[in-house]
């Protein structure tokens, strides 16, 4: 997923870092390698009953017990082809859910079957009532299994060190559309059965299931969109250069390994920018701005498909291995598609977004791999581990010069293609294929530096763009007096109007929010990215005439990159009652994990 801007980890400690603290699973003894799910979805309780067949492979010869991962899932019980199986729950811990323990038979079975039903409160799943769509036809349902969520849908091994292949058959109600990161077929009749496989391993955080009015287009022979009826044109138009970034991304890291690649555009509660499901990427409605403006979340998303989905993180501390990845291969494909003064544009903006996070932390919080053991893994998604990582293979790229690098990158993904690897992993294998290879470009000193050391190496020059140079003019004139209306902004895209509104000083004046805003309609823009850095401005300053809009904002978007730090300016502003009212109202509509960040932010 893209970042989202989440609170910080905590401080590191001596950990054994082969291990993944945040799964039960005893899985270096036994291992599940495929899952065969059968789920009935219930929008009237919204529960899922289902049924999952775990195939299981043995490391050890004398295991008696299998440890499964699971949140607020009732257990009904658990069989193999012969007989019933004892097992139980443990407490509930906060933050891993709780591990259910199976006795296994003294023979091996090979398979186990669990019968289960899901807690309307699953912090997976999303419920939607009609008036909650787009539509208001029907209800809608949709899953969120990254980082740890996958369990409180599935009892299973929830960890990225396993992969398992799955098939599915899902009933729904009639009428309505299944689809799952796995193959979709668009022309399955609505008759209330759906039937899946993924026949590709992938780790269980890539399990993911929506249910709705959801239509399909096609928009290339191997890529389409899923989405209800009334947003599906305008989807198709936004996203229709996927295919050509398919190619790009292939020309780059070798061929694309999961067949097609198709999304579904989510309602505007989808608590991400987008979420690299192979097969099929879920996506904020937010990104439609008419203009392929904001469609790097769809590269960023596609990307995942080599870095994330086929190399993985071993561990959720390793997670700038996927993102930072993909944040540069994401830059090179927008540098592709839609040229280099918009790839570098982007690459300041992260740069930008980098520094502020970096002003606001302490240092031993600013490396690479995220000390997030002890903690909520959701705390992994930082600037660190997706601008930082992002700004070390830049460095690579420039050290050992493009075409070197390429060689580099091509070869690192295609040899732990299928994998999970840990930092340390990562650290081995770059000592040999760039420190050795390229004695004169890097030394270990430096690799290690980027990885372990905090905030950036002394001496790193950040990138620039000359196409801001007229940004930093029309800054400039404003701050001395030159009214909005003369400013020279022609020719502005979205990033323009981004680095404009997020370099504006802490205090203006009433006479200027007004100009700015009677001039360039920024209270009344489209562009979701543009609003919110605008409401930030305008929150900071007391300018008041933003609240209903702002109000309307954060009942309709529930994308959490946009209501976390809209509703801290709120609090920081003292805008008390306003943020009540406005929370009040909007809560309901939150995805559960939102819900649970903001009553946390709220009450502290
Ligand atoms: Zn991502």
């Not at 259910?100 to 003294?106: E, G, N, R, T, Y």
């Not at 969109?225 to 198709?236: D, G, W």
């Not at 979420?275 to 403006?293: H, Q, V, W, Y």
């Not at 406005?582 to 939150?590: E, F, K, T």
């Amino acid at each position: 997923m893209p970042l989202e801007n989440q609170q910080m980890p905590i401080a590191p400690a001596t950990w054994d870092l082969t291990r993944d603290y945040h799964s039960f699973a005893n899985s270096d003894q036994v291992q599940v390698t495929h899952l065969s799910l059968a789920l009935k979805v219930d929008f009237a309780t919204r529960t899922l009953l289902g049924e999952a067949t775990l195939s299981l492979r043995y490391l050890e010869p004398e295991v008696g017990e299998l440890w499964l991962d699971s949140r607020d899932l009732s257990i009904l019980s658990v069989t193999t082809d012969e007989a019933a199986l004892g097992f139980h729950l443990e407490a509930a811990d906060d933050i891993l859910g709780q591990k259910l323990v199976i006795q296994l038979p003294q023979a091996h079975c090979e398979r186990i079957n669990i019968r289960y039903q899901t807690s309307p409160e699953a912090e997976g799943l999303q419920w939607l009532t009609p008036e909650q769509t787009a539509g208001k036809a029907l209800p809608y349902l949709f899953s969120q299994s990254q980082p740890i969520n996958a369990r409180s849908w599935i009892p299973l091994q929830d960890t990225p060190k396993v992969r398992i292949t799955f098939d599915a058959h899902v009933k729904v109600p009639k009428g309505m559309r299944a689809v799952m990161s796995a193959m979709n077929d668009p022309d399955t009749p609505l008759e209330g059965q759906f039937q899946f496989e993924m026949e590709k391993p992938i780790p269980t955080h890539l399990l993911a299931l929506a249910v709705g009015d959801l239509a399909f287009q096609a928009i290339g022979p191997r890529s389409g969109v899923y989405t209800e009826p009334c947003m599906l044109a305008a989807a198709a138009t936004e996203f229709a250069d996927t295919e050509h970034m398919l190619d790009v991304a292939q020309s780059l890291l070798g061929p694309y390994a999961w067949g097609r690649y198709d999304m579904t555009i989510l309602p505007p509660s989808f608590p991400f920018g987008g979420m690299e499901n192979p097969r099929l990427a879920f996506l904020t409605p937010t990104l439609i701005a008419g203009d392929k403006s904001l469609v790097s979340t769809v590269a960023h998303e596609l990307a995942h498909s080599w870095t994330g989905n086929l190399v993985s993180n071993a561990t959720w501390r390793d997670l700038w291995l996927n993102e930072g990845f993909t944040t540069y291969f994401t830059n090179r494909i927008v540098e592709e598609v839609y040229g280099k003064e918009q790839a570098e544009l982007e690459w300041v903006i992260e740069f930008g977004r980098l520094q502020e996070e970096m002003a606001a932390l302490p240092p031993h919080r600013q490396t690479l791999p995220a000390n997030v053991q002890q903690t909520d893994p959701n705390l992994a998604f930082n600037r660190f581990t997706y601008d930082k990582a992002s700004m070390f293979v830049h460095e690579l790229e420039h050290r050992l010069g493009r075409a070197e690098f390429d060689k580099f990158l091509f070869t690192y993904v295609q040899h732990f293609a299928f994998k999970a690897i840990t930092t340390e992993v990562f650290v081995e294998y770059a000592k040999v294929a760039l420190v050795e290879a390229y004695p004169d470009k890097i030394s270990e000193a430096e690799l290690l530096e980027w990885i372990y050391g905090e905030g950036l190496p002394q001496g790193y020059v950040g990138p620039t763009s000359r196409s801001l140079d007229k940004v930093d003019c029309a800054l400039d004139d404003f701050l001395q007096g030159k009214a909005a209306s003369e400013l020279k902004v022609k020719g502005w895209r979205v990033h323009h109007w981004q680095y404009f509104l997020t370099q504006l000083p802490e205090v203006l004046s009433q006479v200027q929010l007004m100009d700015l805003d009677d001039t360039f309609k920024l209270t009344e823009s489209s562009n979701a990215e543009i609003a919110c850095d605008w409401f930030r401005v305008a929150i900071r300053n007391h300018y008041d005439p933003v609240l209903p809009a702002l109000s309307a904002y954060l009942q309709r978007i529930g994308r959490g990159k946009f209501v976390r730090p809209l509703y801290a300016e709120l609090q920081v502003a003292g805008y008390h009652t306003e943020l009540q009212q406005i929370y009040a109202s909007a809560r309901a509509g939150y995805h559960p994990s939102i819900q649970v960040q903001l009553d946390r932010m709220l009450k502290g």
